[in-house]
């Protein structure tokens, strides 16, 4: 028998290190040669990791949420003949971590055990009373709206029953609330409350894969790009008819087009004459790159968090092919099929939360682009005409631009532009 060593692969150009997201096998398990034994996410897409033998599974390098520098040894397999690896050197076993909660509970625990009580609850106390001036019958809660008076395990007793003992009546020296008052306590707020008693529980939940990129990009981008928002109402009623009949006619032979494919067109034509919008920014080289072909990313949710696919070229792509892409793009992020190109390279971004969304939002820059375009819920509103107010279809769009690039000035005249292609269709249907 010999052992045989599997290490984590290079996973992508440039990529030095990647995040253990998931185990499909564990100690013991017997694993044949191609069998996908985990999965790793890099900065741009999950990749799963095969073995290139058959044998029994002896020891696994990491667990799910550790970061793993490619080449380092990811798992042994025990083989038939000979391995690659020395059966003699064993790898150190990682150390159990310990949670900050773990940790606050041992504080805690250890103050309980060694902490002498200041005044025990049995003995007398040599100051004065504070209850005393008080009127008949009344046994303060906090006087003065000092501490309450109560020992370190009453207090800890409190904590994990979720009690505020500031809401506790004292019956010990001085009103000092004892572990009675506590038990008194709760059976009157669970007559109170017909029997409901607090929920007390916390769940850990730890953010691993997609989720802590998604943590650690946005974290990025808000450290790093001071952001400018422009809020716009747009009379998307002209929109809305268009679509319509755009769809009545070609929807069977081209799809159906929503305002998605409208915006992007819009976009297009927007930063034809502002190149500096459609751009990434090199925060280390201080590096402005302008690009001439419009990569638009598409903020998409899945199961797992939200993806931006890249629809790429969209200065030569009519709106049908705009939507048609989109569609595949959206379905391959859904189902975990979408690859690393097809997720990489945007130029500006575009969000949209359909008709969950809101009146206004403050998108997030999707870093090192310069430039995000959020859409608004569609709503009716009554809209001024001059001389009556009228039902109108209104949308408002959220845009977030890099301050450090563009310019107030440049930033309004881009939702300018894109306001008055969106409430004027036609411009964006002519082709040019």
């Not at 897409?45 to 490619?70: R, Y």
């Not at 800890?156 to 506790?168: H, M, N």
């Amino acid at each position: 028998m010999g052992i045989f060593s599997i290490r984590l692969p290079d996973v992508g150009e440039g990529v030095a290190e990647a995040e253990l997201v998931e185990w499909n096998v564990k100690v013991g398990d017997t694993v044949l040669e191609d069998d996908m034994v985990g999965a790793v996410m890099t900065d741009k897409a999950a990749v799963e990791i095969p073995t290139s033998v058959t044998g029994k599974v002896i020891w696994l390098g990491g667990e799910v949420g550790d970061v793993i520098a490619v080449g380092a040894e990811l798992l042994r397999v025990e083989v038939e003949g000979e391995g690659n690896a020395d059966a003699s050197a064993v790898p150190e076993a990682k150390p159990e971590p310990v949670s900050s909660v773990s940790k606050e509970s041992q504080i805690v625990e250890s103050s309980d055990t060694t902490a002498p009580e200041a005044t025990p609850e049995s003995a007398p106390i040599s100051v004065k009373d504070p209850t005393t001036d008080l009127p008949p019958g009344n046994t303060t809660k906090s006087v003065g709206g000092s501490k309450p008076l109560a020992a370190p395990s009453v207090r800890k007793a409190a904590r994990d029953r979720g009690i505020d003992l500031r809401s506790v009546t004292g019956s010990g020296p001085a009103g000092r609330i004892t572990h009675d008052d506590l038990q008194g306590h709760s059976q009157n707020s669970q007559n109170n409350s017909y029997g409901k008693q607090p929920n007390t529980s916390v769940e850990e939940v730890k953010m691993v894969g997609l989720r802590r990129l998604i943590a650690n990009k946005m974290s990025q981008s808000k450290k790093h790009i001071p952001h400018i928002t422009i809020v716009e109402e747009i009379d998307v009623t002209s929109l809305e008819q268009t679509r319509e009949e755009l769809n009545t006619s070609y929807e069977a032979d081209r799809g159906k087009l929503t305002v998605l494919p409208f915006m992007m067109k819009a976009v297009v034509e927007a930063v034809r004459l502002q190149p500096v919008i459609n751009a990434l920014f090199d925060d280390e080289a201080d590096m402005v790159r302008q690009y001439g072909g419009v990569h638009i990313g598409i903020a998409t949710q899945t199961d797992n968090g939200l993806m931006v696919p890249v629809v790429r070229h969209c200065e030569v792509r009519n709106l049908w092919d705009s939507a048609s892409e989109v569609g595949r793009l959206a379905a391959a992020c859904r189902d975990g099929s979408a690859s690393r190109e097809e997720l990489s390279g945007s130029t500006i971004t575009i969000t949209s939360l359909g008709p969950l969304g809101a009146i206004a939002t403050t998108p997030i820059i999707n870093h090192p682009e310069v430039a995000i375009v959020g859409i608004n819920k569609m709503v009716i509103r009554p809209f001024w005409d001059g001389q009556q107010f009228v039902p109108r279809k209104m949308m408002n769009i959220s845009c977030s631009f890099d301050h450090r690039v563009v310019d107030g000035w440049d930033a309004a005249v881009m939702v300018q532009k894109l306001k008055t292609l969106l409430e004027q269709p036609a411009m964006l249907l002519v082709e040019g």
